[in-house]
């Protein structure tokens, strides 16, 4: 990246626009309708001039969908995907190692996994971004240049020779580089990266079958030294097939078709029944940027971290990396924040990456073993774990909770105080107008939840100052509440989900919250024991935003 001087003036005929997002894969098209979506006028740079027609992810999870929705494409959510149903290890001897059942209505209020079609997910999100007049999509277009000005960023654009010559050059306010595993941007910013050196070569199989069937379970891993193997889901109507080469196998044939089919034969899949519509090798790795942020330039997705695929969590991990700098940009942009709160994305997202990049190796570890005597003593712990009912509950998550960043903090040590750093449960809420997922009852932001009316809790000037940087409110009432006549800010807690969890959070020294402070991305900043507690939390939330965000 070229640092430009500052006080150089826009190059003659260069167009203006809030933000940039370079890169049109599912992440780069959740961050350009998030940041659209708010008012902001976006410009996409995307090399490929038609999207990639085949899948590349094949799920998501609940948390990713609660992030979609959000982009505008939950209702096309049924249509794309299906709920994934339950996931199954085997070893090679056909014993179940593991399983688990997945929650059609999990926590974030879709189901934990989701299996999709990837084509028809980036058709659903390219259709809604037609819908915003703000945001414009320049296809066949390929950044060759960048320069980052203090107060503006220009780049260059190679682009098809039709293409006007304003869209050579471009300016905006900041950059966003999702770009993928071969960026560009990260390249030009000079980020360095933390590589875990843990890689294997794969040999992935899409696969449309003549007759509909019905696969028990939906989503199989076969641990067996002599090939680990993978049969999944990969929405309706579409399955996937993955095989790992082994150590001591010739790379050169092994990604060809013959080899596909004859691999494929291990599941009974064969021409006859069958349709192979990809089959391609990658290879997985495991690795992140050391930083997400130079001047006004950031990575998301794959240009800022690369995932093995065993926790299920690249594109999900590129989605929230969407989520949290969304509304970050909003405010900036905004001036409702000093840019300084965009040095908090790297340090939520980079610990988030970096638990699931742990776990993910973790369990590639498990199911990539080749050795035949450490197979089998795996196979005895995990069958005996299994038969004695140990870990019968839901598996460990990818993902945690936030440990830093712009979460309220107890006086002293500033370490975030449960629930602060939480995801919140999404569920269903009701007005007299309205019965639905709270998202949409409530609509996006900042959300103050509470347990009585908060004009009684919070005097005029702060809640004028909440409403500044768009913070909702919301006034809980009890299950079973009557909604003719509620309106807001109340609404019926109808799943008697958010009352108890306030009752049951600690607050600091005290039992219970009146209040909980839940960040735009569905994490909380803090919650409040009582009144008292409450208008410090805000007073934080209000500092660490800076002082745009206090100035009438």
């Keep these: 990246m070229t640092t430009a001087d500052p006080s150089a003036p826009p190059r003659t005929g ?81 014993q179940t190692l593991f399983h688990v059942d997945v929650d059609a209505s999990g926590h974030s209020g879709w189901p934990d996994s989701t299996s999709m079609y990837q084509p028809g997910l980036e058709a659903a999100l ?40 304003h869209d050579r050059q471009l300016s905006a306010r900041w950059v966003v580089g999702c770009d993928g595993a071969n960026s560009f941007v990260r390249q030009a910013i000079g980020a360095t990266a933390t590589d875990f050196g843990f890689f294997n070569d794969w040999l992935t199989c899409d696969v449309k079958l003549h007759e509909p069937r019905e696969f028990v379970p939906n989503n199989l891993q076969i641990c067996d030294p002599a090939r680990p193997r993978t049969e999944v889901s990969a929405g309706p109507g579409h399955r996937r097939w993955e095989f790992m080469r082994l150590p001591d196998e010739p790379a050169e044939d092994f990604g060809s078709r013959a080899n596909a089919w004859r691999l494929l034969g291990l599941f009974g899949i064969d021409r006859d029944r069958a349709t192979l519509e990809r089959h391609t090798v990658y290879t997985f790795q495991a690795r992140y940027a050391d930083e997400w942020r130079a001047g ?29 700098l969304a509304w970050k940009l909003d405010l900036v942009l905004g001036g409702r924040a000093d840019e300084r709160l965009l040095d908090t994305y790297t340090s939520e ?102 347990t009585a009316p908060p004009a009684e809790l919070l005097d005029g000037e702060r809640l004028a100052l909440l409403e500044r940087i768009g913070v909702r409110l919301v006034h809980l009432l009890p299950a079973g509440t009557p909604t003719a006549g509620v309106t807001a800010p109340a609404v019926v807690d109808v799943d008697a989900v958010y009352l108890p969890y306030l ?25 409040a024991r009582d009144r008292d507690a409450l208008a410090p939390l805000v007073d934080d939330l209000l500092a660490r935003l800076g002082s745009g965000a206090l100035i009438g």
């Design 503 to 527: 009752a049951e959070s600690r607050a600091g020294s005290g039992g219970g919250a009146v209040a909980l402070l839940v960040r735009p991305d569905f994490y909380v900043f803090g919650a």
């Design 126 to 165: 390219a259709a809604r971004g037609e819908e915003l007049p703000n945001l414009r999509v320049l296809r066949g277009h390929r950044v060759v240049g960048l320069e980052d000005h203090g107060t503006r960023v220009e780049i260059t654009v190679e682009g098809p020779q039709e293409a006007p010559p």
């Design 296 to 324: 006004r330039v950031l990575l998301a997705g794959d240009a800022a971290h690369l995932m093995p695929p065993f926790a299920g969590q690249g594109m999900c991990s590129g989605f929230r990396d969407a989520a949290n």
């Design 14 to 94: 260069t167009p203006s626009t809030d933000v940039i997002v370079v890169g049109y894969g599912p992440v780069g098209q959740v961050t350009a309708l998030l940041l659209a979506a708010r008012g902001w006028q976006v410009t996409v740079v995307e090399r490929w001039p038609t999207p990639y027609p085949m899948p590349r992810a094949v799920s998501f999870d609940g948390e990713s969908a609660r992030i979609l929705a959000a982009a505008g494409v939950g209702d096309s959510m049924g249509e794309l995907g299906e709920p994934s149903r339950d996931y199954v290890w085997r070893n090679a001897a056909g």
């Design 349 to 450: 997202r980079r610990e988030h990456v970096r638990h699931a990049l742990k776990m993910s190796m973790d369990l590639g570890r498990v199911i990539c073993e080749t050795d035949p005597a450490a197979a089998r003593d795996r196979d005895t712990v995990m069958i005996a774990v299994r038969e004695r009912g140990i870990g019968t509950g839901q598996p460990r998550s990818a993902v945690q909770a936030l440990t830093t960043g712009l979460l309220h903090g107890r006086e002293g040590d500033g370490h975030p105080v449960a629930p602060a750093g939480e995801l919140v449960r999404q569920a269903v809420v009701a007005r007299a107008d309205a019965t639905g997922l709270f998202d949409a009852v409530v609509g996006p932001g900042f959300a103050l939840l509470t």
